[in-house]
């Protein structure tokens, strides 16, 4: 008698923790399907390159930054960067 409540005892235990596992391991699913289709579904965004085929460009400016000089030459300098929007799934 005292043989089988220690196994009950045991089952239960063993109950819970397969309990807890498996809700630990459906919020670790659940949260890398998020973060998935959160990454599937963002705006691409890049710096420094130079992008030759406009066609999947949803938006495009460019902004002249402040100008400073260039040491040991009289010549001016200014950053000109060109942030661009790109439809969904074309990044590479």
């Known amino acids: 008698m005292?043989?089988?409540?220690v196994f009950t005892l045991l089952w239960r235990v063993n109950a819970l923790i397969i309990l807890v596992v498996g809700l630990l391991a459906t919020a670790?699913?659940?949260a890398a399907g998020y973060l998935?289709?959160?990454d599937a579904t963002r705006t691409r965004h890049v710096d420094d390159i130079a992008r030759t085929a406009l066609g999947d460009v949803r938006d495009s400016?460019?902004?002249l930054g402040a100008f400073g000089p260039i040491h040991g030459s009289p010549l001016l300098r200014a950053?000109?960067?060109v942030p661009q929007t790109y439809a969904l799934?074309?990044?590479s």
């Open 28 to 30: 670790l699913l659940a």
């Open 79 to 81: 950053r000109l960067t």
């Open 2 to 5: 005292q043989t089988r409540r």
């Open 89 to 91: 799934g074309s990044g």
């Open 61 to 63: 400016r460019a902004e």
């Open 36 to 38: 998935l289709l959160k």
